[in-house]
Every structure is written in C-alpha cells, then in structure tokens.
C-alpha cells in the first residue's frame, strides 16, 4: 500500500511539475471538479438520495432573486394532519400573498395551494416522506422535508462525496501516470545516446 501512494504521489508531483502554464492548471482543477459532479450525481442516486435534495438551493435559474423564509409547523404527524405553513421574505419579513406550496411523495405532485394574504396554507400531511416546493415568482424556491430529511440521505451524500473523490482522484491519476510516464519517457529519450 506504501509504494502504491508512493507511486500515486511521484506521479502526480511530476504532473504538477510538467504543467507549464495557468492553462493547463486550471484544465487539470476543471477536469476534477467536473469528474467529481458527474459521479457525485451518479453515487448519489445509485444510493438512493434524491438529486434535488442535494443540490436544493443552488440559484441556477436567476441571481436577482431574493430568499423565502417559510415555517413548517413541527411533527410528529399522522396521516391527514392539516400543517400550516407560513410563507414570508426573509428581508423585511413581510407575509408572501400567493406563493405556491406544492406538495409531492415519491417524487410525484400529489397538490399545491396559494398562500393567502397572510402568507399561510396549509396542507395534509399525505405519509412517509413527503417533500413541500415553495415558490414565488423573483424568490428563491425553497424546500421542506416532512417529516425530517431521512438519515440515510445525509449518510449516502457523504459516502457519495467520498467515492465520488475517490473516482475522480483514480481517473486523473491514471491521466497523470500516462502523461508522467510519457514525460519521464521523452526526457530518457533525448538524453540516450544516439545508436547507429
């Protein structure tokens, strides 16, 4: 194991080394980052841990936005149960007339309500994990899990983050051995004698 991160070691110092330019640094960090999305996004749904969930509130869309601050009612909740939810801007605190509370279950809209003029709705608690969407048009959407956000998400968004950076290392290690031991070559190459 020692000269296995050894080798991994040498030959990603000689990789750095070789880079000759900002360029190249920053294709070597966007390379990474952009493997370690693609199998984050990859482990996560392979462990069963919803990609909005993970990636909730990343402005994507629009960056004039503005947050919510909403108010779910605390559990625990049965089915049926009516739960008010508040709805008002996080700057000013002013009650959000007309945002839209949709309610989904595995993934699929059961309803949504308008809030009224007080920024309150209230849904029925439908069973299970139950996801609420709430947005208002120039805000940012916001996300509530009912009844909490189940342990295994957190636990398989962690242990997606590390094979995730475990894929990634390996794949741009196997790039950095190839073109460290390409380089290494060429440099062996021009200072061999010349045979006849």
Do not use: H
């Amino acid at each position: 194991m020692g000269s296995t991160s050894a080798k991994i070691a040498s030959a990603l110092v000689i990789y750095l080394m070789a880079i000759r330019s900002r360029a190249e640094l920053l294709t070597f960090l966007a390379l990474f980052l952009l493997i370690f999305i693609v199998f984050f996004a990859l482990f996560s749904q392979l462990l069963g841990v919803p990609l909005w969930w993970i990636f909730r509130g990343l402005p994507l869309l629009s960056t004039r936005a503005e947050p919510l601050n909403v108010t779910v009612a605390p559990g625990p909740y049965s089915v049926g149960d009516r739960i008010p939810v508040t709805v008002r801007a996080a700057v000013g605190g002013y009650p959000m007339e007309n945002a839209s509370v949709a309610v989904y279950r595995d993934g699929e809209l059961m309803y949504s309500v308008l809030t009224n003029s007080a920024g309150q709705a209230v849904i029925r608690y439908p069973g299970e994990t139950t996801v609420i969407i709430i947005s208002k048009e120039g805000y940012f959407t916001e996300t509530r899990v009912l009844p909490e956000i189940p342990r295994a998400w957190v636990r398989n968004k962690y242990v997606a983050r590390v094979f995730s950076a475990i894929a990634a290392f390996v794949i741009l290690y196997l790039a950095v051995y190839r073109r460290a031991t390409y380089w290494e070559g060429a440099q062996g190459c021009s200072r061999s004698p010349r045979r006849r």
